[in-house]
């Protein structure tokens, strides 16, 4: 049974970083994309970034940002430690909320343009990520 833990959350101000882990255990082998999602109070929970892992050579590593993140979020994985990371850098207050990381089955894509996992079946407990202004 695959299981996530996330870690690095914090409270910040806002134009300051973190860093947050994503460390799975368990065998991960039929997931094919892992992403970071949060959601904030009394807000729908939202995709922030997400990777291939796997599937076609062609697309492993292929990464996917939101709007809202690109520029200065960058996910990347260690695949010695099974673990997901979210670099969080120049934060703002709206990106205050309970981040999760996922694993899912595999990626969507628009064309040949990775948009994110799809089939997510497993999910971690969060971390929460408070940014002052």
């Known amino acids: 049974q695959v299981q996530l833990v996330e870690s690095g959350g914090g409270s910040v101000q806002a134009g300051g970083s973190l860093r947050l882990s994503c460390a799975a255990s368990?065998?991960?082998?039929?997931?094919?994309?892992m992403g970071w999602f949060r959601q904030a109070p009394g807000k729908e929970r939202e995709g922030v970034a997400a990777?291939?892992?796997?599937?076609?050579?062609?697309?492993?590593?292929?990464?996917y940002y939101a709007d809202y993140v690109k520029g200065r979020f960058t996910i990347s994985q260690d695949n010695a430690k099974n673990t997901l990371y979210l670099q969080m850098n120049s934060l703002k207050p709206e990106d205050t909320a309970m981040y999760y990381c996922?694993?899912?089955?595999?990626?969507?894509?628009?064309?040949?343009?990775?948009?994110?996992?799809?089939?997510?079946?497993?999910w971690g407990q969060g971390t929460l990520v408070t940014v002052s202004s």
């Open positions: 368990g065998d991960i082998s039929s997931n094919y994309c």
């Open positions: 990777i291939l892992t796997g599937g076609s050579t062609r697309y492993i590593g292929s990464t």
């Open positions: 996922a694993a899912g089955r595999g990626g969507s894509f628009l064309g040949s343009v990775f948009q994110g996992c799809n089939a997510l079946d497993v």
